[in-house]
């Protein structure tokens, strides 16, 4: 489970997140909409450890999250906007080095199922990433969480400069890991896709989570609606 209580970040007398209380379950896909500025990456970055609290707390299977903590970095997966690998290296090689940072050993064969697993083509497999066009690589980001067996991803604008069928292509992988039990929290501006993806919806601004509503009570265009005038 992922909890925010009374999560706050002040930078001086900026208040960039202000006492955000969240609660996310397993198999929840809790897409965190606003515009640019409303801390949005602020959450992420403070369940990532990234960044220290000001007060309250950001809580993952109930341990408090802490800069630097190896402790709760085990359950936690973080796929940012581009994400970030080793170019001269193939997909399998990536894995297993990431794979082995967490902890875990496969054979060829189990790095290959994760491959296969999140729909990258087999062509792939062994060819330098240096070449990987956004989408595969968000594909192997994916492989990397599922083989660190991460109960919560977390994602950060995953699906921004995406074509259309990287996206849906992208938006169907998610919606398999809700099916899994995983717990993913992705902040986004896709409106779009955080209603064909998402469990749950939130509305941010200014720091402040205005709206949480479950995606199943909305359309595209009344969550458009509402967004427009919320921010
Ligand atoms: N290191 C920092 N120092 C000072 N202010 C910061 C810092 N990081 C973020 N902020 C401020 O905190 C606020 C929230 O920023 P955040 O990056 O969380 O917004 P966001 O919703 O993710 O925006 P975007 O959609 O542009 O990514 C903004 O006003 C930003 O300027």
Redesign the pocket.
Known sequence: MLQAIGLT?K??D?T??NKLNLTIEAGEIYCLL??????????I?LFLGF?EATSGEARINGLVVKPNDPSVKKFLAYIPEVVMLYGNLNSMENLDFFSKIAGFTYTSQELEDFLLQVGLQPEAFYRPLGNYSKGMRQKVGIAIALAKNADVLLM??PTSGLDPKATNEFTELVKSLGKQGKIVLM?T?DIFNAVNVGTTIGI?RQ?TLVHELSAADINANDLQKLYLETI
Do not use: I, P, R
């Open positions: 970040k930078y001086k900026h960039a997140l606003g515009q640019n500025g409303a801390g949005k990456t602020t959450v970055n960044t950060d604008e902040a501006h941010m720091g």
